[in-house]
């Protein structure tokens, strides 16, 4: 089996499922200015630049995990001297930061069209392996695809035509990551070889990025109050497999992760393979996802008043696991146990083998677990993996806000080595499609969408669980969660870039 332990350098380190153990994140978009003629490949010269830096800015899948070991080491040592779970401590500063640079198609081809060999990259070769991220996310028959709302709701800046490329800034502090956006900003020539995507308003500045940081109060939550970031694909080679705490064990059992979220010159449907350029790099999918929590309130409390449920497991039923991260298929009700964040994460080592947790459930049409043995039935599941890692943003929901200008959500980023497999697949035919899967389950309560023209009749969405007395009921509600733009993203390796990818 291809391992990653070998590749600690090339990868960018940002796709590590562990993670950077960030506070505050920036998400940058740049257009890269025309190489001029007499200024042959200046990004491509300041891309090198950026590859090769000493010491690095663009950080390595080793950096990640030495920066993630040593907060990890820090943290075991306080537990054993206040005496509490390692989730509890709070640590000071220890200030640090990443960094990982991904392109759009239009950004390559930008890169390309200042190439002396205008057919080097082999795009209408990616036309043919990656069709999703040849197409990027804004043409009409995508976002009727993915049942995205129409783009003249989306926020401007990603209704840009301009966005050719993207740095993921992830840090201990904003200061952290201002400083590193600023470093990097010099190596790749802001204002001459790349430029801010929107400058209709040049007074505020930070059009052109979208900032997100983890909830001061509710550290690891996302806006709903769930605990996030538990179960993630476990990388060959580098990954260890904790006690109970498998992530997504039909990966390891039946599949090769290396393949499946970090690119190879697997040929897949097409008969094309990819560039050599492309291998060990990822697909990076973003979305910049509004999240309702007042409509996610009122949900549970009605169905509460209803007498069907507690607030708390109608919620459980909705995301599949309980706000501490306990999965409901292990914990069915709402105990000690489904309270406590520390257990939460060591019962991940779990199938579905009965409707206590709804089958509409996100984590449950998200994650087949033990379904992926049905190979014949569907066999693209077994390729469906992403890794996550986004961060929340907006301030947090206090109840009674008539300020409608406060929004909040997440900044969803997930990486994977074929879009169409991964998260196209999930959104698409498993949480979008209330037929998916056995017994019409209704769609994923938390990301399933529907068209923008069906939007407001009779509801949104329409999902179904059984309630206490064991009768099934149908919920129906429009969206908790609404798209404001995104993107498809390739995420090239570290050789790749200090090669002019591939020249
Ligand atoms: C898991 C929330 C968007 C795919 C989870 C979990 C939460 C959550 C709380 C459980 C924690 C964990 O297992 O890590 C949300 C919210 C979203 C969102 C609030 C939007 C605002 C998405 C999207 C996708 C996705 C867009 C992909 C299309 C997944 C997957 C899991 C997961 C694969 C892991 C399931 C498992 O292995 O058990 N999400 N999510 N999520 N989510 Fe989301």
């Not at 010491?55 to 537990?79: F, G, Q, W, Y």
């Not at 049905?374 to 066999?379: A, T």
Request: aromatic share 8%; charged share 25%; glycine share 8%.
């Amino acid at each position: 089996k291809p391992s990653i332990a070998g590749k600690l350098d090339n990868i960018q380190g940002d796709i590590w499922s562990k993670g950077f153990p960030k506070y505050y994140e920036t998400y940058y978009f740049f257009s890269i200015k025309t190489p001029l003629l007499n200024e042959k490949n200046l990004f491509s010269q300041c891309l090198k630049n950026l590859s090769t830096q000493s010491p690095r800015l663009i950080s390595t899948l080793r950096m990640v995990r030495e920066d993630h070991n040593r907060i990890s080491t820090r943290r075991k040592e306080e537990a054993i001297k206040q005496g509490i779970p390692e989730k509890r401590v709070v640590l000071p500063e220890i200030p640090m930061s990443n960094a990982l640079i991904a392109f759009t198609i239009k950004g390559l081809q930008a890169i390309q069209a200042g190439l002396q060999d205008d057919t080097s990259l082999r795009l209408t070769d990616v036309a043919a392996t990656d069709p999703a991220f040849f197409a990027g996310m804004t043409p009409k028959e995508v976002t009727a695809l993915l049942k995205d709302p129409d783009q003249d709701t989306w926020d401007p800046l990603f209704r840009s035509t301009e966005i050719h490329g993207m740095l993921k800034i992830g840090g201990s502090s904003k200061g952290k990551v201002e400083e590193h956006l600023k470093n990097i900003k010099g190596v790749l020539k802001h204002g001459t070889a790349i430029d801010d995507v929107f400058q209709d308003s040049p007074s505020t500045p930070t059009d052109s990025r979208v900032d997100g940081w983890t909830r001061p109060n509710d550290r690891g939550k996302e806006h709903f109050g769930f605990e996030d970031g538990i179960s993630q694909p476990l990388m060959n080679g580098i990954d260890e497999q904790e006690p109970g705490t498998n992530a997504n064990t039909d990966v390891n059992m039946y599949t090769d992760p290396r393949l499946l979220i970090v690119t190879g010159d697997t040929k897949r449907e097409s008969s094309i393979p990819r560039p050599p350029w492309m291998e060990n790099g990822s697909f990076l999918v973003f979305r910049k996802l509004e999240q309702n929590v007042k409509a996610f309130e009122d949900l549970t409390e009605q169905w509460e008043k209803k007498g069907c449920e507690s607030k708390e497991h109608m919620g459980a039923k909705l995301m599949g696991r309980w706000k501490s991260g306990a999965p409901l298929a292990v914990v069915n009700f709402y105990t000690e146990d489904s309270k406590d964040p520390d257990k939460a994460k060591e019962m991940n080592n779990f199938i579905y083998e009965n409707e206590v947790c709804p089958v509409s459930a996100h984590i449950r049409k998200t994650n087949l677990r033990e379904d992926l043995t049905e190979n014949d039935k569907d066999p693209r599941a077994l390729r469906t993996k992403i890794i996550r890692n986004g961060i929340p943003y907006g301030t947090d929901y206090k109840g009674n806000e008539n300020n409608t200008k406060l929004t909040r959500g997440l900044l969803f980023a997930c990486y994977q080595a074929h879009i169409e497999d991964g998260f196209q697949n999930m959104q698409v035919n498993w949480s979008n499609d209330s037929t998916f899967r056995t017994g019409h389950p209704g769609q994923d309560p938390i990301i399933g969408q529907v068209a923008q023209k069906s939007r407001g009749v009779n509801g949104d969405l329409e999902t179904f669980f059984n309630d206490k007395f064991g009768v099934r009921q149908s919920v129906k509600f429009q969206q908790l969660v609404t798209m404001k733009g995104g993107e498809y993203f390739f995420v090239p390796s570290i050789p790749a870039m200090s090669d002019d990818l591939g020249m």
